[in-house]
């Protein structure tokens, strides 16, 4: 799509968010940045994308508002301290692999969930390899929950799979419990080891698995 056709879309949504109801209040901090993002997402259909904004809303400031931050959604950065990581490769369907690395404190909820906007079909592998005695005191089933229905019903990219590796004692016997609430197919999937690091039982250096340059996700 070319950059005049983006800026019409663009200039179309800023338009339907004025008019809805739900969506006009959060106008200032629905930046072109962030919404951008959605509408690569979401392949630039504006109703499309107006949907799954108004779900984004109303999860993060009525459903779970204790839950998630106040702030601009495009200044949060997800791949920080390590705790986020993109595969250089796609997996064998074309799919962009993300890895989530849980040393020391739980990545923030809902903080930089527009950082996968960008992707069409994702998969999620959660490496839980240092998870501490301090994180299993804080997580809950509702925490739980609450992470799942913001991964696959907030952001406008199509979660394909989610995979919990390194599983230490602390985290097992939670993770038995919350397993169920998973659709049979997120859990049936796999990821070939041929492009995963050694850390998670692949081939390759950190260096060669990791995208190291991601592209900003504002620009287009």
């Not at 527009?114 to 999620?124: A, G, K, N, P, Q």
């Not at 959660?126 to 301090?134: A, E, G, L, T």
């Not at 950190?206 to 996700?217: M, Q, V």
Request: glycine letters at 6%; a positive charge.
């Amino acid at each position: 799509m070319e950059r005049d056709d983006h800026d019409r879309r663009m200039i179309q949504l800023r338009s339907r968010i004025k008019k809805n109801e739900k969506l006009s209040p959060f106008s200032d901090v629905l930046d072109d940045r962030f919404l951008l993002g959605f509408l690569r997402g979401k392949k630039f259909e504006i109703n499309d994308t107006i949907n799954c904004l108004e779900h984004y809303i109303y999860t993060r400031t009525v459903k779970y508002k204790s839950f998630l931050q106040n702030c601009k959604p495009s200044q949060t950065a997800m791949v920080e301290r390590g705790l986020y990581n993109q595969l250089r490769e796609r997996d064998h369907l074309g799919r962009f692999v993300w890895i989530t690395h849980m040393h020391g404190t739980f990545p923030r909820i809902g903080g930089g969930l527009h950082s996968f906007s960008t992707c069409d079909e994702l998969v999620m592998i959660i490496d839980c390899k240092d998870f501490s005695f301090n994180q299993a005191r804080r997580l809950s089933l509702k925490i739980f929950i609450l992470a799942i229905e913001l991964f696959f019903k907030c952001i406008p990219c199509r979660p394909k799979s989610i995979h919990f590796v390194n599983e230490n004692i602390l985290l097992h016997g939670a993770l038995s419990i919350m397993r169920p609430l998973l659709d049979t197919k997120l859990k049936d999937r796999h990821v070939s080891f041929e492009i995963l690091p050694v850390s998670l039982g692949g081939t390759r250096a950190f260096e060669e698995a990791y995208e190291t340059d991601l592209p900003d996700r504002g620009t287009t």
